[in-house]
Nanobody, 126 residues
């Protein structure tokens, strides 16, 4: 079972950028689909972005399209989430997750993912 650790969160002004990292250990992530989710205070966790195990397909929430980019570097056993043009509404704890049996339509749903990191805080000021 892969262990995941997020990093790269912090404080940024509206319009600024951050790059989040999700490092895997205990197992390679090369055979896993990887996703990013976020949870704002008082709200439920929501889907942000996902990438297939091969890296050939990416998926984004409507709020992320055109602003965020998910990528992976299997050689480094790491997945990234580039956050650009950030808005105060992007303030949340960001989590990465891994799943090994995801099909079309499953990437934005939490149950298919079976490994989760502890999250990293992103705060966007206005």
């Amino acid at each position: 079972q892969v262990q995941l650790v997020e990093s790269g969160g912090g404080l940024v002004r509206a319009g600024g950028s951050l790059r989040l990292s999700c490092a895997g250990s205990g197992s390679t992530i090369s055979s896993y689909a990887m996703g990013w989710f976020r949870q704002a205070p008082g709200k439920e966790r929501e889907f942000v972005a996902a990438i297939s195990w091969s890296g050939g397909s990416t998926y984004y929430a409507d709020s992320a399209k055109g602003r965020f980019t998910i990528s992976r570097d299997n050689a480094k056993n790491t997945v990234f989430l580039q956050l650009n043009s950030q808005e105060p509404e992007d303030t949340a704890v960001y989590y990465c997750a891994a799943g090994d049996m995801l099909g079309y339509g499953d990437y934005e749903m939490e149950p298919p993912y079976d490994s989760w990191g502890q999250g990293t805080q992103v705060t966007v000021s206005s």
